[in-house]
Structures are given as C-alpha cells and as structure tokens.
Nanobody, 129 residues
C-alpha cells in the first residue's frame, strides 16, 4: 500500500503564501499520478492540482496561476506552493495518489476527480484570514 502524510498547513494572511508537503512511502511504479484536493465544511472535496510521472500538471480554475504543484521524486515528496492566498482557500487539504495511472482520465473528465485516486493522506488544515 501507499502511505501519504501531509504537513505544512497552518494560518496565513490574505495575499500570503504557504507550502504544503506530502511524504509518500516508496512504490515501484514507473507511471503514477499525484494530486492535491481540498474540502471546506459543507462542501464537496475539490481536486485542485495534479501531476504525473512525466511532470505534466493540471489545475482547477480556482487555483490556476496562484498555486503550483511539484514533486521531488528522489525523496518521494509532493509539494503545493500556495501564493496570493484568499480566505476562500481555507480548507482541509489532502494529497492523493494513483499508482500506475497518468492524467489521461483527468483530462478526459475535465476535472481532477477523487474517484481516480485510490490512496489518501489524513489531511492538513489551512486557514486564510
């Protein structure tokens, strides 16, 4: 199984920045995709950024040009750099993985669907005021 542990959440001022990290246990797939999701109370979980093993990325409109997803493959760590943050970014943030999958299905759907990712972290809270 893949184990994921998020860190880096906390509080930020509107217009500020935070960087989230997600440490993944090692798994031996040459093709994989990783993603960040977020969920606010009373709202559905939203896929906001994804990256695959080729380095291709995709973003939800709500975070495009403000957030950047990246990966340090050597250290099995996924990152989410969040800039120009807004109060509406307040949510629990989760990382997720799809070992063996690329972003083909994500692009076909036109969104980062949680059903495409089988492994999840416990989440880290982000609050923007």
């Amino acid at each position: 199984d893949v184990q994921l542990v998020e860190s880096g959440g906390g509080s930020a001022q509107a217009g500020g920045s935070l960087r989230l990290s997600c440490a993944a246990s090692k798994y031996h797939y040459s093709t994989y995709s990783l993603a960040w999701f977020r969920q606010s109370p009373g709202k559905e979980r939203e896929g906001i950024a994804a990256i695959d093993s080729d380095g291709s990325t995709t973003y939800a409109d709500s975070v495009r040009d403000r957030f950047t997803i990246s990966e340090d493959h050597a250290n099995n760590t996924l990152y989410l750099q969040m800039n120009s943050m807004k109060p509406e970014d307040t949510a629990m943030y989760y990382c997720a993985s799809d070992p063996g999958g690329d972003l083909t299905a994500v692009r076909a759907l036109g969104r980062i669907s949680q059903g495409l990712f089988g492994y999840w972290g416990q989440g880290t809270q982000v609050t923007v005021s």
